[in-house]
T-cell receptor, first 114, second 117 residues
Framework: SAVISQKPSRDICQRGTSLTIQCQVDSQVTMMFWYRQQPGQSLTLIATANQGSEATYESGFVIDKFPISRPNLTFSTLTVSNMSPEDSSIYLC???????????FGPGTRLTVT | AQKITQTQPGMFVQEKEAVTLDCTYDTSDQSYGLFWYKQPSSGEMIFLIYQGSYDEQNATEGRYSLNFQKARKSANLVISASQLGDSAMYFCAMREGRGGSNYKLTFGKGTLLTVNP
């Protein structure tokens, strides 16, 4: 199984600032994803991080707010831009592949915006 | 319509007893996969078990088994011999489609399991 690490594990940020979250996988994976989990809610997919090209965003999420990079097969970043208190959530990185029954999550980044 | 439905917001079970967490799904794809994850209060998502739509046998992983009823579109998680450490939120998720790289998951709302001593 893939081991996924995320940095930072938690942060408290001021309204209007930006935070970049890093995700590192210990092996080459086919797909990487970013999910958001708002307080008391389920997980919602933000985007698929594509290696060397623009991420694919889900409905309701835009690149200006959540820019994503994936420079290689094992690393991705998610930036939460111009934050507001509504962005307070757990942000989870996920990696899938090479088998279709393998999909793992990082420990999450717990973000609080004040 | 919701793709994944978990009708039990909360469940209670006595330690050492078995418990079933319900999950129904909705898809028109013939090829799909069903996942169960455990999320303790720490927030991490722990992969428990996977069932493919073409798998003929129910998946099992230690104390976890998946009761897969394809015609009813249900994929219930059975936890045998519950332990206090099983207290957590449990999420059912589905991946649809075949081939290519369609790995994204759709999650249910989750079931909060509490194991009583």
């Amino acid at each position: 199984s893939a081991v996924i690490s995320q940095k930072p594990s938690r942060d408290i940020c001021q309204r209007g600032t930006s935070l970049t979250i890093q995700c590192q996988v210990d092996s080459q994976v086919t797909m990487m994803f970013w999910y958001r989990q708002q307080p008391g809610q389920s997980l919602t997919l933000i985007a698929t991080a594509n290696q060397g090209s623009e991420a694919t965003y889900e409905s309701g999420f835009v690149i200006d707010k959540f820019p994503i990079s994936r420079p290689n097969l094992t690393f991705s970043t998610l930036t939460v831009s111009n934050m507001s208190p509504e962005d307070s959530s757990i942000y989870l990185c996920s990696a899938a592949g090479p088998g279709r029954n393998e999909q793992y999550f990082g420990p999450g980044t717990r973000l609080t915006v004040t | 319509a919701q793709k994944i439905t978990q009708t039990q917001p909360g469940m209670f079970v006595q330690e050492k007893e078995a418990v079933t967490l319900d999950c129904t799904y909705d898809t028109s794809d013939q090829s799909y996969g069903l996942f169960w994850y455990k999320q303790p209060s720490s927030g991490e998502m722990i992969f428990l078990i996977y069932q493919g739509s073409y798998d003929e046998q129910n998946a099992t992983e230690g104390r976890y088994s998946l009761n897969f009823q394809k015609a009813r579109k249900s994929a219930n998680l059975v936890i045998s011999a519950s332990q206090l450490g099983d207290s957590a939120m449990y999420f059912c998720a589905m991946r649809e489609g075949r081939g290519g790289s369609n790995y994204k998951l759709t999650f249910g709302k989750g079931t909060l399991l509490t194991v009583n001593p």
